[in-house]
């Protein structure tokens, strides 16, 4: 089954195209962080029009890069929430439009789902159950996964998501946004150990997380030591973070008897939270398993890939009514969805 996979929750456009028997055939991306830059975080109805300008070329490029065309699509997959309305109704819009032309089914796809079931695009993906450590901009959560729709949540983070920690520290720092990366890149050149950062909720005893008191903590040592020491406040920051992080996931895997854990999301491209977690899972016999780099941050083929999963095991159901209705979900809890 061929599925055409859309993105458009925030501010990057993503198309895919998965087949269910040949795997990922291909995908392409819009960033739009040159456009929202400038005002230091995404503006949501730049973001809306932008999608507009991006879709559908996106669209035709995987679909000349793979040799198909739009008669050989057998379903749409598209990203129906979490996120911006307006964003999220751009990639709703232009799919169930495409499905309804095509006389084919189209699927609404949970943003995270996506993110999680992304490391199972590969040719070694992991067995279920796993225990899966969602990072993303604006998420934090550690869940246990038993199968395709099938999560209960462990913990969460209380206040901000580690992505968002990495971006506003990043801003403290003046290195723009998003600025996960760029403070990934600074730290690695710094000393982690000079300044000592608190540890958020390491020894609750639970698997939640904070991360506003460590973005707090650096903007009081800015205040004190200014920004020539800017790159061994990345480093303790990203140490601090990646810390916390790695002995929650660590301590999920234990409660749950896990052997396999999962990590998606854009901080999953984090080179120090990807060497410490394997580094000290392997230590406890538990392998980790990763997207790649490419799809750890938004992007269309996360999409195609959790939507064939839905679209594959409905199709021997009778075709729904053709409905040109449909909804987006700005917030939507993983924990509701339908398991497959
Ligand atoms: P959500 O999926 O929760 O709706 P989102 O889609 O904005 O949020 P993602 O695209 O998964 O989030 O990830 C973006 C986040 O990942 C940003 O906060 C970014 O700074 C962070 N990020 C990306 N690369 C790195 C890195 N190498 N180190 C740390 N953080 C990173
Ligand atoms: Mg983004
Ligand atoms: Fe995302």
Redesign the pocket.
């Known amino acids: 089954m061929l599925v055409l996979g859309v993105e458009s929750?925030?501010?990057?456009t993503g198309v895919a195209l998965y087949d269910s028997a040949y795997g990922l055939l291909a995908h392409a991306l819009y960033s739009q962080i040159a456009m929202h830059n400038a005002y230091g975080g995404v503006v949501p109805e730049l973001a809306s029009r932008d999608h507009i300008r991006r879709v559908l070329p996106l669209t035709r490029q995987v679909l000349a890069e793979s040799g198909r065309t739009l008669a050989d699509i057998d379903g749409i997959a598209y990203t129906q929430g979490?996120?911006l309305a307006g964003a999220l109704l751009v990639g709703a819009g232009m799919a169930r439009a495409l499905a309804f032309a095509l006389n084919i089914p189209a699927v609404g796809v949970h943003?995270?789902e996506g993110?999680m079931l992304s490391p199972l695009i590969s040719d070694t993906p992991p067995e279920f159950p796993f225990v899966a450590l969602?990072?993303?901009?604006?998420?934090t959560q550690l869940m246990r996964v038993s199968g395709v729709g099938r999560y209960t949540l462990l913990g969460e983070t209380l206040d901000d998501?580690?992505?968002?920690a990495?971006?506003k520290t990043?801003q403290l720092l003046g290195l723009g946004y998003?600025?996960?990366?760029a403070?990934?890149a600074l730290a690695a050149t710094g000393d982690a150990q000079r300044f000592s950062l608190p540890r958020p909720m390491l020894n609750s005893g639970d698997f939640d997380f904070s991360f506003s008191g460590l973005k707090t903590a650096v903007l009081t040592l800015v205040r004190k030591v200014g920004l020539g020491e800017a790159a061994d406040i990345a480093a303790a920051f990203?140490r601090a973070a990646v810390e916390v992080l790695v002995s929650k996931s660590l301590a999920a895997c234990a409660h749950s008897g896990a052997t396999r854990l999962v990590v998606?999301?854009?901080?999953g491209?984090?080179?120090h939270?990807r060497e410490r977690l394997t580094r000290d899972a392997a230590a406890r016999g538990i392998s980790v398993f990763y997207p790649r780099l490419e799809f750890?941050?938004?992007n269309g083929a996360m999409i195609a890939y959790a939507g064939a999963q839905r679209l594959v095991s409905q199709q021997n159901s009778p075709p729904a009514q053709a409905d040109l209705t449909f909804a987006v979900k700005p917030r939507w809890e993983l924990a509701t969805l339908d398991a497959v």
């Open positions: 929750s925030c501010d990057e979490p996120g943003h995270l993110h969602l990072v993303s901009g604006g998420h998501a580690a992505g968002e990495f971006d990043a998003p600025g996960g990366p403070l990934s990203q998606a999301g854009g901080v491209a984090n080179a939270l750890c941050t938004d």
